[in-house]
């Protein structure tokens, strides 16, 4: 069964353009969540789906961040337009259900550079 | 304060003896606690998580949680060099259905062979 799957690995831009980063989660896997992880800091909530709704998006920084899920299925998130602080590894987690206790996978990361 | 905090190390290890990682949240309301393993540039992949106060175990790891005392820990018996990674300490907030996870910064361990 293929795990989470996020593309691209590595996203180096110039602050001002645009950058849409994908997540593909495991299949049948209603929740999806987005982490962010700037350099030197933890590892914080982004926003979270239940299918193609936005259940949570109390993380999302600011309006330059456009988060989708059309169909329930991949997820896109999209920064426009970037800025130096947007820098950092952005993780895509799901999970099959939303009982309490039942294991997040999480995707290896885009490191999305802006310069 | 931060709602998750870890030593964030390096803790280093001799091969074969037992490390001890420790994680401290802030709010009392929190249900669940995760322990993840990262190895550089690789993703964040469950341990263990426990719920309960007391001590959970699986093979060589025992996750311990005191709710009073508002502190998780995790043991690795027997620690071996694959083990070396960071380990990210992770609480889950939020009302049901609605969950999501308050991480630390994570531990540094290295087992020395």
């Known amino acids: 069964e293929a795990g989470v799957t996020q593309f691209p690995s590595h996203s180096v831009i110039e602050k001002g353009q645009t950058v849409t980063l994908r997540c593909d989660p495991i299949?049948?896997?209603?929740?999806l969540y987005w982490y962010r992880r700037v350099m030197g800091k933890e590892i914080k909530f982004l926003l979270h789906f239940v299918k193609e709704s936005k259940q949570d998006e109390s993380g999302m920084p600011n309006n330059r961040f456009l988060a989708e899920r059309t169909g329930g299925t991949y997820s896109t998130l999209k920064v426009q337009p970037a800025e130096l602080e947007d820098s950092g590894v952005y993780f895509c987690a799901s999970r099959a259900t939303a009982l309490m206790n039942t294991e997040a996978f999480f995707g290896q990361g885009t490191r999305l550079t802006v310069v | 304060q931060k709602e998750v905090e870890q030593n964030s190390g390096p803790l280093s290890v001799p091969e074969g003896a037992i490390a001890s990682l420790n994680c401290t949240y802030s709010?009392?309301?929190?249900?669940?606690f995760f322990w993840y393993r990262q190895y550089s540039g690789k993703s964040p992949e469950l341990i263990m998580f426990?719920?309960?106060?007391g001590d959970k175990e699986d093979g060589r790891f025992t996750a311990q949680l005191n709710k009073a005392s508002q502190y998780v820990s995790l043991l690795i018996r027997d620690s071996q060099p694959s083990d070396s990674a960071t380990y990210l300490c992770?609480?889950?907030?939020?009302?049901?259905?609605?969950?999501?996870?308050?991480f630390g910064t994570g531990t540094r361990l290295t087992i020395i062979p």
């Open positions: 709010d009392q309301g929190s249900q669940s």
């Open positions: 299949s049948g896997h209603d929740n």
């Open positions: 992770a609480v889950n907030k939020g009302d049901f259905g609605n969950e999501k996870l308050t």
């Open positions: 426990i719920y309960s106060n």
